[in-house]
């Protein structure tokens, strides 16, 4: 599982977005969750609620394209989901 | 040793494009294209164009506003994604359209986006050497050539015109602008060089120069997402070391000069780095991302709003990833000799 703050931004853009969050192996650009400027905000937002900086080699829109690939790189990163 | 941009000069194709020309051509609306990138028209350049053209008008310009001629040019430098050729570069095409300039070096610095940005590090390094009194820097593109104008390339092609800037880098100011450059700070990241750029013809591709069959090699390729993630925060942490070793806070920029690639990125930029959106010099909406010429183009639409003692901070990513950040100090109008601190 994503963290609670993360997972309530997503929520709440999905509620802006009028849908409702995919499921966790559906890319959430395609939903329409995230796009270019707000995948800067969300990267922003997982640094700072798990203390952790996204290394460069990871900082690509794929390492976030989806919840399970989210929650894949918050695991391997050591952050407990 | 100082070095002032004592010049800054523009020249624009006169076709305009506007995004209710172009949303036909890419099966998309024109509104989307507004919303998605915050350009609503950019130009072309007409068949018989080239990017050496674009160069030599906007340097012409850049002299005129200096009050030099081409002979005063000690090094040209010159950044383009879209040469005249491949071989040779641009540089040498536009010192000899310039007709009156000598026989000097005329250097084409391949770092996209971020070329003003390394060519006036580069010209720095050869004012403070001696190596030359006046180097002309350039960024022009005839990008819209090599444009795929299909549906499958709508992001990209949506995105890109053509453009020119030039300015005169010198150890004193001249009878025009007079921007003090305080510091230089470059960087490039090759691990992504993959992730924006043109790969074909190339010998990095297999066997062959041309492959024919790899039509989408010759390209443009951009990851944007990732482009767009990378950039923020290269740009971010290169502000605020060039901040930090010149003892300055962020509030003590007055003016941002972006390269202008997308709004999204600028706003994005503009938030990280805690600067309102009145104070980032913006003209997207009109050029378009012009890659090689857009931080010329920004600095030349910038000078009306540049008072003197205002300090700018001038940004700037491309493909390589090559990226970098340059502190400049608006001297007095009609600075005459060095434009010492104790002026501003």
């Known amino acids: ?81 | 040793m100082s070095c002032y941009i004592a010049a800054c000069g523009a020249a624009l194709p006169e076709r305009i494009v506007t995004n209710a020309e172009l949303a036909p051509m890419l099966g998309i609306a024109p509104e989307w294209i507004e919303a998605n990138s915050g350009i609503r028209e950019r130009r072309w350049v007409a068949a018989q164009q080239s990017a050496s053209d674009l160069a030599t008008a906007a340097v012409r310009d850049a002299l005129r506003q200096a009050d030099l001629n081409a002979s005063a040019i000690d090094y040209l430098l010159g950044g383009t994604l879209s040469p005249d050729y491949q071989v040779p570069g641009v540089a040498p095409i536009v010192q000899r359209k310039l007709m009156d300039c000598r026989l000097i070096p005329a250097l084409d610095v391949r770092v996209g986006c971020a070329a003003l940005l390394y060519s006036l590090q580069i010209a720095r390094g050869l004012l403070a050497s001696n190596a030359a009194r006046t180097v002309v820097c350039f960024g022009a593109e005839a990008q819209s050539k090599g444009l795929d104008l299909h549906p499958r390339s709508a992001e990209l092609s949506m995105l890109f015109g053509d453009g020119a800037g030039a300015i005169v880098v010198s150890q004193q100011p001249t009878t025009g602008l007079a921007l003090r450059v305080e510091d230089v700070l470059l960087a490039t990241d090759g691990s992504f060089a993959e992730d924006l750029g043109v790969r074909a013809p190339g010998s990095g591709n297999g066997a062959r120069w041309r492959d024919e069959e790899r039509a989408e090699l010759f390209l443009p390729k951009m990851n944007g997402r990732t482009v767009i993630l990378h950039a923020v925060r290269k740009l971010t942490e290169a502000t605020r070391e060039l901040l930090d070793r010149n003892q300055l806070s962020f509030d003590q920029i007055d003016w941002l000069v972006p390269h202008q690639a997308n709004l999204n990125l600028l706003r994005a930029l503009g938030k990280k780095l805690e600067i309102e959106q009145d104070r980032i010099i913006v003209n997207l909406d009109r050029y378009g991302n012009t890659s090689g010429a857009s931080a010329y183009l920004a600095l030349h639409d910038a000078q009306p709003r540049l008072q003197p003692g205002a300090r700018v901070l001038v940004l700037a990513f491309g493909a390589g990833f090559t990226w970098g950040a340059a502190l400049l100090r608006v001297c007095p109008p009609g600075a005459r000799g060095a434009c010492a601190p104790a002026d501003l």
Do not use: W
Request: net charge negative; charged share 20%; with cysteine.
């Open chain 1, 1 to 81: 599982m994503l963290p609670q703050t993360i997972t309530n931004y997503l929520q709440q853009t999905a509620r802006e977005a009028r849908t409702e969050l995919p499921d966790h192996n559906t890319s959430l650009f395609d939903a329409g969750l995230l796009d270019s400027f707000s995948l800067v905000e969300f990267v922003t937002l997982l640094e700072e609620e798990c203390s952790c900086q996204v290394a460069d080699a990871e900082l690509r829109a794929d390492t976030f394209d989806t919840i399970a690939k989210i929650e894949a790189y918050l695991s391997q990163a050591g952050v407990a989901v």
